[in-house]
């Protein structure tokens, strides 16, 4: 799979909104969160991959590790 689009990531993980922060949080709310996982993805980082490195990520910051629902919300975003 190619490196994720930037902003394709961000607006999943924004509508996903995992800590339900919005709509009274900033739009850069995730953005620490968002910019690890972007660092951690490659090109050869398939779906599968991409949703444990966003469990990872989220669980270090939130200890939030209910991240399955992504998994299609990549794969149709592909």
């Given amino acids: 799979m190619p ?5 394709k990531l ?4 924004d509508e996903w909104d995992p800590i339900q922060l919005f ?3 900033p739009d850069d709310e ?3 969160e968002i910019n690890t996982i ?3 993805v490659d090109d050869s980082t398939n779906v599968e991959e991409l949703v444990l490195i966003i469990r990872g990520v989220f669980l270090k910051y939130f200890k939030l590790i209910n ?3 992504l998994l299609g919300r990549f794969w149709v975003s592909r």
């Avoid at 490196?3 to 902003?7: E, L, R």
């Avoid at 961000?10 to 993980?13: E, G, M, P, T």
Wanted: glycine share 10%; aromatic share 20%; charged share 15%.
């Fill in 38 to 40: 972007y660092d951690l």
């Fill in 23 to 25: 709509p009274g949080a």
């Fill in 3 to 7: 490196k994720i689009n930037y902003q």
């Fill in 10 to 13: 961000k607006s999943i993980i």
């Fill in 67 to 69: 991240v399955w629902g």
């Fill in 30 to 32: 995730y953005i620490i």
